[in-house]
């Protein structure tokens, strides 16, 4: 998936619609996390610096098609323009009058945040005409939100048929570069790590995985469904039964292609889905009615711990446990200490499990933080990202 990114075309003078993620959350007007606003600055300031005329659009919560307050990326447009140290103009709509002549004033070097896309429903439905208004905008497109990328919505799908030149931002040329060559020129030992409640979620994950790593960890709730396939009792677990032959054919799979699947040896089990639960550590094969299991234990913590530190290219999605639960964290903290510490190339695919390694302060110590949950899934199990699909090739 090389595609062309910003670096390939000429911009000067040119109006740029960029495609961010500044899907924020905002409290009383102030953003409490700027994370994905800071990731798409690198692109933006080399707009800036490059003489274009840049148009950023972005969603913000789900509005359903419908103008509110609440959703207004105002405030972003206010702290954008201080983390830019230059003046970002708001337009109070997406394709009206204020929006077309904002864009008309632009000059060289300035930049201009579009009201919220989801205030439109032909958004969402990628609506032919909605995606030509906004594309007459620009000259070129750029998408730099991997987060949504999985979405074939207007703004990241549907523009592309109507302009010329479509490109990556750094932001979506970084998840590719990470995430394409982990799975396509991976360094080995090449361990994945998937946690989460569901198997349901990531059977494409576990399925593509396991034709390209060496070992597979699967923690979580997702576990208990998979020691059911080998006859244990889970107590009061989550398990998805009706998954438990598919959790025997992956066992089955990985067997036939020769990968180290591993699952908890111990686990940590409480008798109410609560922090303050009595609680006790058991083996895998023996939880009892009346018990689940909300973490992994400290065998399997060790065991886990060991993989990652051998492997050379690791990459890690799902906690092993109820981490907004300090009494059963232990077993994420462990993966995201184990990860911190390895000496190979780490790559931590968004969701819960980049929350978590935010949380604990190692994000800076990852290879990768990946910015998008579900594209990451999709981009792991194979899967074409429309927002990815619609960019020129190299």
Not at 33 to 44: F, H, S
Not at 63 to 85: H, I, M, Y
Not at 146 to 160: E, I, L, N, P
Not at 312 to 322: L, Y
């Amino acid at each position: 998936m090389n595609k062309k990114t910003i670096e390939d075309i000429v911009v000067l003078s040119k109006r740029c619609l960029v495609r961010v993620d500044f899907n924020v959350p905002i409290q009383n007007g102030v953003i409490t996390d700027e994370n994905r606003i800071e990731g798409a600055l690198p692109t933006i300031k080399y707009l800036m610096e490059k003489g274009a005329k840049i148009i950023l659009c972005s969603h913000l919560g789900r509005p359903k098609g419908k103008v509110s307050k609440e959703f207004s990326l105002e405030p972003v447009a206010k702290r954008l323009s201080e983390l830019l140290g230059a003046k970002v103009a708001f337009a109070y709509d997406v394709i009206g009058k204020d929006a077309q002549k904002k864009v008309d004033l632009l000059q060289d070097g300035q930049v201009l945040l579009l009201e919220n896309l989801r205030f439109h429903k032909e958004e969402t439905d990628n609506d032919p005409e909605f995606s030509k208004k906004l594309a007459s905008f620009a000259e070129i497109y750029i998408n730099d939100a991997f987060g949504t990328a999985h979405r074939a919505h207007a703004s990241t799908a549907g523009v592309a048929a109507f302009v010329k030149e479509r490109v990556a931002g750094f932001l979506i040329a970084k998840e590719l570069e990470f995430l394409g060559n982990a799975l396509s020129n991976p360094q080995r030992p090449f361990a994945a790590i998937l946690g989460g409640a569901k198997v349901s979620d990531k059977i494409g994950v576990i399925n593509s995985l396991l034709d390209k790593v060496d070992t597979l960890i699967i923690g979580g709730a997702m576990a208990y469904t998979f020691f059911a396939a080998q006859g244990y009792p889970v107590g009061d677990s989550l398990c998805e039964l009706d998954k438990v032959e598919l959790a025997k054919e992956l066992m089955a799979k990985a067997k036939e292609k020769k990968v180290q699947l591993l699952i908890p040896k111990d686990n940590v089990v409480a008798n109410k889905f609560s922090n303050d639960a009595n609680r006790k550590i058991v083996a895998s094969c023996c939880i009892e009615p009346g018990w689940q299991g909300l973490d992994i234990g400290p065998e399997t913590r060790q065991l886990f711990a060991g993989v990652i530190k051998d492997a050379k290219t690791i990459i890690w999605n799902g906690p092993m446990g109820v981490f907004e639960m300090d009494n059963f964290a232990l077993g994420t903290k462990a993966v995201a200490e184990a990860m911190a510490q390895a000496n190979g190339v780490t790559i931590i695919g968004g969701g819960d499990s980049a929350a978590a390694v935010a949380q604990l302060g190692y994000r800076d110590k990852m290879s990768h933080v990946s910015t998008g949950g579900g594209a990451s899934l999709e981009f792991l199990e194979g899967l074409e990202l429309p927002g990815i699909a619609c960019l020129e090739d190299e």
